[in-house]
C-alpha cells in the first residue's frame, strides 16, 4: 500500500497512538489503514458463574459494556485472537471494569 485510498497522501508505515503494531498511517488525513483478515473474535470469560464484560474505552460505542473480542491480526490463530483483549493488548482501548450478576 502507497497511498492513502481517502486523500491520495503517500503512506508511512508506524505504529499510531494506541496501537501497537506498524499500520500503514496517512500524515495529512490521519486514516489507519489496516490489513487483517477481518475476522472478529472473542470470548465469553466466566468467573464464579459470572460473565466478565469490559466496558469500551474507545469509540464506536465508548463507555457500553461489551463481551471481549476484536479483529484478528495478520498471524494470529483463532486461540490468540480469541484471548481476552483486555489482558492481552490493553493498549487497544479496553479495559474490564466488572461483571454481570
Known amino acids: 500500500m502507497n497511498f492513502c485510498s481517502q ?17 500503514h498511517v496517512c500524515p495529512s ?3 489507519i489503514h489496516y490489513q487483517n483478515p477481518k475476522v472478529v473474535v472473542g470470548c465469553i470469560p466466566e ?16 463507555g457500553l459494556w461489551t ?14 485472537g480469541a484471548a481476552p483483549r483486555p489482558w492481552k493488548k490493553p493498549a487497544r482501548g ?6 454481570i450478576p
Not at 68 to 78: K, L
Open 7 to 23: 486523500c491520495g497522501t503517500p503512506l508511512r508505515v508506524e505504529i499510531p497512538v494506541g496501537d501497537n503494531r506498524m499500520r
Open 29 to 31: 488525513c490521519g486514516a
Open 47 to 62: 468467573w464464579e458463574d459470572r460473565i466478565l464484560l469490559c466496558r469500551r474505552a474507545i469509540e464506536p460505542k465508548y
Open 67 to 80: 463481551l471481549p473480542a476484536g479483529f484478528m491480526e495478520n498471524g494470529e490463530t483463532t486461540a490468540e
Open 94 to 99: 479496553w479495559n474490564c471494569w466488572g461483571c
